[in-house]
């Protein structure tokens, strides 16, 4: 075991609160304990933020079940974990129900399914407390309003005695953490706490969190896969690969310049909000899954500085100090600081307006009808999307941005003529195409494709990849005009894959493999326009960055068009040549790209782009935060006016009475749809409902 | 099919499948191989009525000095034919029923589903009783009625993996890359839908056995001298003292066969949601 003083615990630190030595977890299965964390060391202080960030597989999700006790009853977990004078990892299920909820709160990433759907929300904040006898029954009640007092749910009393289902998703989370926060416990372990939330709410939330953690002094385990809100939160960051820690130490360290190869790798692949003309650089591979963890050092197979080295495939490195971190690398002095920005990203072209547009979407309109009752009455319509107007040229990547529920994947599907449009027209190359039936769509279809956010659910799991790749050129007919099997290779050989992978079901691919092969198959028809439904938004980090940098590839080779649909702020600056900005089923902002991220107008935009978590420690100080009061409400009944008028710091009267339209600022390249639109930091009324923090 | 040889291995490694398999096995090759045998149900040895089992007759003989061992051979053929076209006819039936109304929805699932409902509220018994009362006994009637009655159980299966796969985004992607409904339906949702209609299968086909051989000891099944299981059983039981293994042979070859295909059926149910979750559990850790 490593030196316990060697960078695993803060500098200058007492006794620390949470003390972790050689824990190892494995999963017994049918051959044999498989190994999920193997032999990890850290410590926690009191009043510390210690994040844990780690792909999947790396183990980090296992590590904070440990810590709680929690870990199922298949699972083999040796070393100790020492809370305080109390030791979890031998005390027993009473024992360990004293430390829960007391000593140890937790925090799950869905909190859809951490609440209890049958039970008031009051009653549940406060159970933990009146089961362990610390709460009289009868004081409950007051003391779950004081609880969701201090999570700032507005009108404590009045929600305490509603249903979980009745709570926003921010609200939910706010709850939970409420919740883990009862019984003042000493550590806080949150494992993706914002992973299901939007990035305005994720900003809600962290906020809460590090206020929270801030008035009781508790320690907190935070585990995330976002780069981002490690640079916002952390104290320390360990990150974790194949079940280990390899590289653990201060925030600043870690990012100015870190020592091992994994984390500066990991630092270079990911897309930035705040920087985006250059190319990712990716680590070729995958993460490995447990029980297929490679020999030595685990990372040796993806990594630049040991492939070819024989000694990293055979020692597994040990945890040792290298500059201000602690690395597990036998080459961590050789690691090259991160730098940025790297290789240029290759600038195209964007075409002159003067060009006729792929595609035109003018006033699109999705309306679903809700119905009730016996007769299915229509009693309203959910506005999933409300006046649409979008135009995409010939080999240029048009994105759309916004939260869940603005209507960014419903706006994508109408394109593809999979949801019928309620109003409005959809011009494609020039033909009207938004009320073609579904035959005369077939034709189109060949020249306009689609690309799903799930690559897991995408593909037809009972089909070998190669039939998959086929099929649309199959249900064309075209399969031995366009030369078949050589043509599905030629395919594979596009996105990076061999064609000895043909006879495969999709169930052997990992989530990139199985994007490359969605991409691949909505290829094969020869698209001008490929509509990308949050194509990266399941896959891990590293692997994002390869799909990032093979659309880039794609696009420069094939002249292709993206319709590119996401809610990450960072990717759609990467990859974008104009940005719009959705909100409640409309457009509030569209620009160039650089404009956009550069001098947003609508404050909406503001707040988002403010919200979005820069992965870089040095910028938490002089960020300027706008963190929005509320959430997105319910698209069934928009606000009147100006449907962003009750969460917007520069609402007036008129906001509430009319609604803007979409037009032109000034001598700008950028179309707002606002009363007040204008650059951050001019005296544009008063920013009032959330405040500037 | 992909499945195929995995589900069958999964279900060899289960020790009470593999008995039943192994079993059903045994009475199809006996079924179908009965002439090459040299089985002969029909043929008469008065001299030697109902004897107790020997050498000569290992099963024992019926009243008419007939061997039961054969009968229960050529009965075993009875009831696998009636199984096996009760549910060809209910499949042929009941999964493109099920298809229709679940993808397209609206009146042609209301239009269909009603009809099911209404061949759910027919008891099969009573409405094999008013078939064959019709059209005389026959092997055929029986079939027809376990047939038809067993058209709901595939036509609600199938909707209900119909509904829950039409969501998926594979299905989405076929139309999105212009495939036509009967593409989705037939060439898409049905191959994922082979492992839950063949538990549907093997359930019925337990079902279909037992109804054949009540009908039968009814006196209204398959018309002599055709053996059959339910036939022997009711001839039998006349003759439970003196030969009480008339009725417990072919009685216990009912039974076993029943009980293996309920075994393999529940057995098939338990790997199939083993897989399920297998899967979400894959695409939890990788999302």
Redesign the interface.
């Known amino acids: 075991m490593s030196d316990p003083a060697s960078g695993i615990v803060a500098e200058g630190a007492a006794e620390p609160l949470l003390s972790v030595r050689g824990l190892t977890v494995g999963f017994a299965g049918r051959g044999g304990v498989v190994p999920a964390v193997r032999g990890i060391d850290f410590d926690v202080m009191a009043n510390e933020v210690l994040c844990i960030v780690g792909e999947?597989?790396s183990g980090k999700s296992v590590t904070a079940l440990a810590l709680n006790g929690l870990l199922p009853a298949t699972a083999r977990m040796s070393g100790t974990i020492r809370l305080g004078q109390t030791r979890i990892d031998t005390a027993g299920e009473e024992a360990l129900r004293a430390v829960r909820g007391r000593e140890i709160g937790m925090i799950f990433q869905d909190p859809a399914t951490t609440l209890n759907p049958l039970m008031v929300v009051g009653e549940q904040v406060t159970e933990g407390e009146v089961v362990r006898g610390d709460l009289a029954r009868t004081d409950a009640p007051a003391r779950a309003v004081e609880l969701l007092e201090e999570v700032e749910i507005a009108d404590a009393a009045g929600r305490a005695g509603q249903y979980p289902h009745q709570f926003s998703g921010g609200m939910r989370q706010r709850a939970v953490i409420a919740m883990a926060m009862a019984g003042r416990p000493r550590l806080i372990v949150a494992d993706e706490p914002t992973t299901a939330l939007d990035v305005t709410v994720q900003a809600q939330v962290l906020a809460l969190l590090a206020r929270r953690q801030a008035e009781t002094g508790a320690a907190v385990i935070l585990i995330t896969h976002d780069l981002g809100v490690v640079a916002e939160v952390a104290d320390r960051v360990a990150v974790m690969y194949a079940g280990r820690i390899v590289e653990i130490g201060p925030v600043d360290a870690i990012f100015a310049n870190p020592r091992h190869p994994y984390t500066a790798a990991l630092l270079q692949s990911i897309p930035r909000v705040d920087a985006a003309d250059r190319r990712l650089d990716t680590i070729p591979g995958q993460p490995p899954?447990p029980g297929a963890f490679p020999s030595g050092c685990a990372f040796h197979p993806r990594c630049a500085l040991g492939s070819a080295r024989p000694r990293c495939a055979a020692d597994d490195p040990a945890l040792h100090p290298v500059g201000g971190t602690a690395a597990a690398c036998h080459f961590a002095e050789e690691t090259a600081p991160p730098r940025l920005p790297a290789d240029p990203r290759q600038s195209r072209e964007i075409a002159g307006a003067t060009e006729a547009p792929l595609l035109s979407i003018e006033n699109l309109e999705v309306h679903f009808p809700i119905r009730k009752g016996l007769l299915k009455r229509t009693v309203g319509h959910v506005r999933a999307v409300d006046g649409v107007s979008l135009v995409v040229r010939a080999g240029e990547t048009v994105s759309i941005v916004g939260e869940s529920g603005c209507g960014k994947t419903t706006t994508a599907r109408a394109v593809?003529g999979?949801v019928k449009a309620t109003a409005g027209t959809i011009e494609f190359e020039g033909d009207d195409i938004t009320h073609k039936s579904?035959a005369a769509?077939?034709a189109v279809?060949?020249r306009m494709?689609?690309v799903?956010?799930?690559p897991?659910?995408?593909?037809?799991?009972?089909?070998?990849v190669e039939e998959i790749v086929a099929?649309?050129l199959r249900?064309?007919g075209l399969y031995d005009e366009v030369g078949g099997k050589q043509r599905i290779a030629e395919l594979f050989d596009l996105v990076g894959l061999s064609k000895t992978m043909f006879g495969r079901?999709p169930?052997e691919f990992?989530?990139g493999q199985k994007q490359r092969i969605?991409i691949a198959?909505?290829l094969g028809?020869a698209p001008r326009l490929l509509v990308l439904d949050e194509p990266v938004a399941?896959l891990d980090v590293s692997i994002q960055a390869q799909i990032l940098n093979l659309l880039e590839d794609l696009q420069n080779e094939l002249g292709l068009a993206y319709l590119f649909i996401a809610h990450n702020l960072s990717v759609v600056r990467h990859i974008s040549d104009r940005v719009a900005v959705m909100y409640l089923g409309r457009i509030v902002e569209e620009s160039v790209k650089d404009d956009l991220y550069e001098g947003a107008l609508h404050p909406y935009t503001q707040s988002l782009l403010s919200a979005a978590p820069v992965p870089d420690p040095t910028r938490r100080a002089d960020r300027r935060r706008i963190v929005l009061a509320g959430e997105i409400p319910n698209p069934a009944a928009p606000p009147p006016g100006c449907s962003f008028h009750p969460r917007c710091g520069r609402a007036s009267a008129v906001c509430s009475r009319d609604d803007p339209r979409k037009a032109r600022f000034g001598d700008t390249r950028t179309l707002v749809a606002c009363h007040h639109a204008g650059p951050l930091g001019e005296p544009v009324g008063q920013v009032a409902a959330g405040g500037v923090r | 099919m992909r499945g195929g040889a995995r589900i069958l291995r999964e279900l060899v490694r289960r020790k009470g499948a593999l008995l039943s398999l192994a079993f059903l096995a045994v009475l199809v090759l006996l079924a179908v191989f009965a002439v090459a045998l040299g089985f002969d149900p029909v043929k008469q040895n008065i001299l030697h009525s109902l004897e107790a089992p020997s050498r000569a007759y290992w099963f024992g003989t019926d009243e008419l000095g007939r061997d039961i061992l054969s009968r229960v051979v050529y009965g075993a053929r009875t009831s696998l034919m009636t199984a096996g076209g009760a549910v060809v006819l209910a499949g042929v039936i009941g999964v493109p029923m099920g298809l229709v109304a679940g993808f397209f929805g609206g009146w042609r699932d209301a239009v269909l589903m009603r009809a099911v409902d209404v061949l759910l509220a027919l008891p099969a018994i009573l409405f094999a009783l008013a078939l064959i009362a019709v059209f005389g006994r026959s092997q055929g009637a029986a079939m027809l009625a376990v047939g038809i009655t067993g058209i709901p159980g595939f036509a609600r299966i199938v909707r209900a993996q119909v509904l829950s796969l039409r969501q998926r985004d594979f299905v989405v992607a076929v139309e999105a890359f212009g495939g036509s409904s009967g593409y989705s339906m037939f060439r898409t949702i049905l191959p994922n839908s082979w492992n839950q209609i063949l538990v549907q299968v093997v359930v019925l086909c337990s079902i279909a056995i037992l109804l054949e051989a009540a009908l039968a000891f009814l006196g209204v099944g398959v018309p002599p001298p055709t053996p059959s299981w339910g036939e022997m059983l009711r001839t039998g039981k006349s003759y439970l003292h003196e030969a009480p293994y008339y009725a417990i042979l072919p009685g216990l070859a009912l039974t076993l066969t029943i009980l293996s295909f309920d075994t393999i059926g529940r057995s098939l149910t338990a790997i199939l949601e083993n897989e399920d979750a297998a899967v979400t559990r894959a695409e939890g850790v990788a999302s």
């Open positions: 999947s597989g899954l593809m999979l579904s769509l077939r279809r060949q494709q689609y799903f956010q799930d897991f659910s995408a593909l037809n799991p009972v089909k070998p099929e649309p249900i064309h079901y169930r990992s989530g969605g198959r909505a028809l399941a």
